[in-house]
């Protein structure tokens, strides 16, 4: 995947270093040059001095044919610009903003932004929003149980997660939608951006993946 961030201070530096090391092609913008120091030498992604959301830089950075995308500088608004660029002008699929006011959340969440609170950040979680994939959360002293927050595919948008949990064979144990967790009714309907967390045997793992992983089968 290539993937292009915006802003490297502890976070974004840490997050580049994470992706280059995991073999995923990496670009960061940062206003100054100074920055990249925090980069180790072993760092085999591309640095570039510029503003975030400047469309040409963006351009150099290789928007147009990136995965994903990440503001994570240390400004709300700088962040929020150059994700919504992304976004909306160069059409990134995965794209994710640093915020400090979580109020704000909500706003962004509905004009497809992920956000993640400054005080809850960790490289962790933007990677698992830019590059999706099962993030195991517990497992059962018995090893038979797994807790796993995983991707499902975009046609399961409008469909009861009720049936998610039926045709998978999984417990949903809880969606967390802008920011908040939800207990599951049974005619909750999955929304775009909501983040889904299952309960399943280990033994199905694969089973259950693969619905998660594939459209709904039609009715």
């Known amino acids: 995947m290539h993937i292009v961030i915006m802003g490297c201070g502890r ?3 840490a997050l580049a270093e994470r992706l280059d090391t ?19 030498q072993t760092f085999s992604g591309d640095t570039i001095v510029g503003v975030g959301f400047d469309k040409d830089k963006l351009e150099e950075a290789g928007i147009r ?14 962040n929020i610009i150059s994700a919504r660029v992304a976004r909306e002008t160069f059409h990134v699929k995965n794209v994710v903003a640093r ?7 909500e706003i962004y969440a509905r004009l497809g932004i992920e956000t993640v609170a400054s005080v809850a950040w960790t490289t962790e979680q933007i990677m ?12 059962d002293s018995t090893g038979s149980l797994s807790l796993s927050e995983l991707p499902t595919h975009p046609d399961w948008i409008g469909h009861r ?20 967790a939800i207990l599951p009714s049974k005619d909750l309907v999955l ?16 089973q259950v ?9 039609a009715d």
């Open 128 to 139: 698992r929003r830019l590059v999706p994939t099962a993030a195991e959360e517990f497992r």
């Open 191 to 206: 929304q775009e951006n909501d983040l889904v967390h299952a309960i399943f045997y280990l033994a199905e793992e694969k």
């Open 11 to 13: 976070v974004g530096s």
């Open 161 to 180: 997660v009720a049936r998610l949990g039926l045709d998978s064979g999984a417990r949903i144990g809880y969606i967390l939608r802008f920011g908040e």
């Open 99 to 105: 915020i400090y006011d979580p109020r704000r959340a």
């Open 65 to 78: 044919g990136a995965d994903a995308f990440a503001a994570v500088s240390s400004g709300d608004n700088s």
């Open 209 to 217: 993946k693969n619905v998660f992983n594939n459209p709904p089968k």
């Open 22 to 40: 995991a073999g995923h092609k990496v670009t960061i913008i940062d206003q100054s040059e100074e920055s990249f120091r925090k980069l180790s």
